[in-house]
Protein backbone atom coordinates (compact mmCIF):
# COMPACT_ATOMS: atom_id res chain seq x y z
CA UNK A 1 0.00 0.00 0.00
CA UNK A 2 3.06 2.85 0.47
CA UNK A 3 3.71 2.02 -3.00
CA UNK A 4 0.62 3.61 -3.87
CA UNK A 5 0.64 6.38 -1.13
CA UNK A 6 4.09 7.35 -2.61
CA UNK A 7 2.92 7.19 -6.33
CA UNK A 8 -0.28 9.59 -5.50
CA UNK A 9 2.53 11.71 -3.61
CA UNK A 10 4.77 12.26 -6.57
CA UNK A 11 1.14 13.07 -8.48
CA UNK A 12 -0.85 14.94 -5.69
CA UNK A 13 1.55 15.13 -2.60
CA UNK A 14 -1.40 16.45 -0.22
CA UNK A 15 -3.12 13.81 -1.39
CA UNK A 16 -0.44 11.22 -0.22
CA UNK A 17 0.11 12.68 3.52
CA UNK A 18 -3.50 12.91 3.70
CA UNK A 19 -4.09 9.03 3.19
CA UNK A 20 -1.27 8.60 5.76
CA UNK A 21 -1.88 10.84 8.14
CA UNK A 22 -5.15 12.44 8.10
CA UNK A 23 -6.27 16.11 8.15
CA UNK A 24 -2.82 16.49 10.98
CA UNK A 25 0.18 18.71 11.13
CA UNK A 26 1.84 17.42 8.19
CA UNK A 27 -1.01 17.46 5.66
CA UNK A 28 -1.51 21.31 6.06
CA UNK A 29 2.55 22.05 6.38
CA UNK A 30 2.41 19.64 3.02
CA UNK A 31 -0.20 21.61 1.57
CA UNK A 32 1.92 25.44 2.40
CA UNK A 33 5.06 23.28 0.79
CA UNK A 34 3.17 22.21 -1.90
CA UNK A 35 2.26 26.12 -2.33
CA UNK A 36 5.42 27.73 -2.27
CA UNK A 37 6.92 24.93 -4.72
CA UNK A 38 5.96 21.65 -5.84
CA UNK A 39 9.76 19.66 -5.62
CA UNK A 40 9.06 20.59 -1.46
CA UNK A 41 6.01 19.15 -1.55
CA UNK A 42 6.78 15.77 -3.00
CA UNK A 43 10.06 15.72 -0.51
CA UNK A 44 7.76 16.15 2.75
CA UNK A 45 5.13 13.75 1.42
CA UNK A 46 7.49 10.95 0.68
CA UNK A 47 9.40 11.46 3.96
CA UNK A 48 5.60 11.48 6.26
CA UNK A 49 5.19 8.21 4.03
CA UNK A 50 8.54 6.62 4.81
CA UNK A 51 8.32 7.70 8.67
CA UNK A 52 4.72 6.71 9.48
Do not use: C, E, S
Request: glycine share 10%.
Amino acid sequence: MDIVRIILAILLPPLGVFLQVGLGKHFWINILLTIFGYIPGIVHAVWVIAKY
